[in-house]
Each structure stands twice: as C-alpha cells, then as structure tokens.
C-alpha cells in the first residue's frame, strides 16, 4: 500500500541548531516533492518544491534534498529559531492532480 | 492580492444534517483543491476542480460533493453528517493549471458534528 512515513510526530532541538526532519515515502513515484509548514488553526504555507531530477533545493535557511532510489526527502531548517516552531508537511504528487502529504512532524525550537 | 478565503470559519451541526463550505481561490487561480485534516489521518485530499470540471477525486464516500462556479469559487458540500466528518476543511488554489505546484491555503473550515 502507499505510505508517507514524516520521521516523527514531534521533534524538540536548541535555538541556533540545525532540524532535519525526514520524510519516506513507498509505492509512490512522484513527479515532485513539497514542503509546508503549518501553525496552528491556519492552512498550510508552501516552502520549497523540489523536482524528481533535482537532488537538492534550498531557500534562505532552508535546504531540501530529495533521493528517489532510497524514496526520501530531508528538510533542513538551520541557525533555528523559535519563530519555527511549527508542524511541517511532506506532500508527494504523481502528476495526477492531487497532492498526497504526510502527517506532519511538530517542530519546537526551544530558546 | 487577497488570499485565498473560506466562510464559514466555524461551523457546529448535528449528526444527519448536511453542510455547504464555501472557498473564495486568489485572483486568477482556477485550479481548487479540497482536503480534510484530522488529527489522525492528516491532510487527506477530497477533490480538485478546474474551469467548473472535477478532475480528480479522492477516496470519500458520495455523501462528499463539490462544485465550481464560472468566477472558480467553490463549495463543497457534505450531506447526513456522521461524527466522524469533524474535522478541518482546507481549500487550496493553485495558479498552474497542469499541476498542483505550490497550493496556496485557506484558514480552513473547522467543522464538530455533535
């Protein structure tokens, strides 16, 4: 069956420290892989997109890699703040018109 | 340019009643996209419609309907309500009209069914 597997529920590091959340997917062959992040009671925001032929993407503080042959995609926030703190999506689409996204992985950034 | 809006914000309704959410896309977006969010599935995608046409559609009973108008607003309706239809409602507009690159999102409809 299809899975998108976010490494976990929730993940706590340090002010200044780089968070690298993981996100694993099987039997899905996306055309491209996004990122969002989502505070409580809003939608999400879009981050990065990266395609199936890119390895890596990055924005400002933000990097993505994505390796199809091991079906994973790293997210990295670095010199993180608490202003991060927040739950970030994974999001696979196969072209067909509908994103597929992960649960999530909570992020705190404590001070 | 205003984002993308979706009324009402809140809604309570009682098992078997039926519900009409509305999402207002961004300026030029045709493309909508409707996903459920709860705590323990996660974002799971409803329908996507595109120049009034259903083009996709996720795997949710009949009882989950939608439609878009010529100004690509949207509404999506979900009839004889059971409890487990409570969750967050999300609108997403998308300005390709190929794919769903970068889905701009709305606050949501958070929906109890008591």
């Known amino acids: 069956s299809q899975k998108i597997e976010q490494n976990s529920e929730a993940l706590n590091i340090q002010e200044g420290k780089t968070a690298t959340l993981t996100c694993n997917y099987t039997?899905?062959?996306?055309?491209?892989l996004q990122w969002y992040r989502q505070d409580p009671g809003r939608g999400p925001v879009f981050l990065l997109l990266?395609?199936?032929?890119?390895k890596e993407k990055r924005k400002e503080r933000l990097k993505v890699t994505f390796d199809t042959t091991l079906k994973q995609s790293l997210f990295h926030i670095t010199a993180s703040q608490p202003a991060d703190s927040a739950t970030y999506l994974c999001?696979?689409?196969?072209?067909?018109?509908?994103?597929?996204f992960g649960t999530g992985t909570r992020l705190t950034v404590i001070p | 340019k205003a984002g993308v809006t979706q009324t009402p914000r809140y809604l309570i309704k009682t098992r078997g009643q039926q519900v009409t959410l509305s999402c207002s896309p961004i300026?030029?977006?045709?493309?909508v996209s409707w996903y459920q969010q709860t705590p323990g599935q996660g974002l799971q995608f409803l329908f996507e419609?595109?120049?009034?046409?259903?083009?996709n559609k996720g795997n949710f009973p009949g009882r989950f309907s939608g439609r878009q108008f010529s100004n690509s607003r949207s509404e999506m309706n979900v009839s004889t309500l059971e409890l487990g239809d409570s969750a967050l409602y999300l609108c997403?507009?998308?300005?390709?009209?190929?794919?769903?690159?970068?889905?701009?999102f709305g606050s949501g409809t958070q929906l109890s069914v008591l």
């Open positions: 990266i395609r199936e032929n890119e």
């Open positions: 419609y595109f120049s009034e046409t259903q083009r």
């Open positions: 039997n899905y062959s996306p055309a491209y």
């Open positions: 997403a507009s998308s300005l390709d009209p190929a794919t769903n690159e970068k889905l701009f």
């Open positions: 300026s030029g977006h045709r493309s």
């Open positions: 999001a696979l689409d196969t072209g067909a018109n509908n994103l597929f």
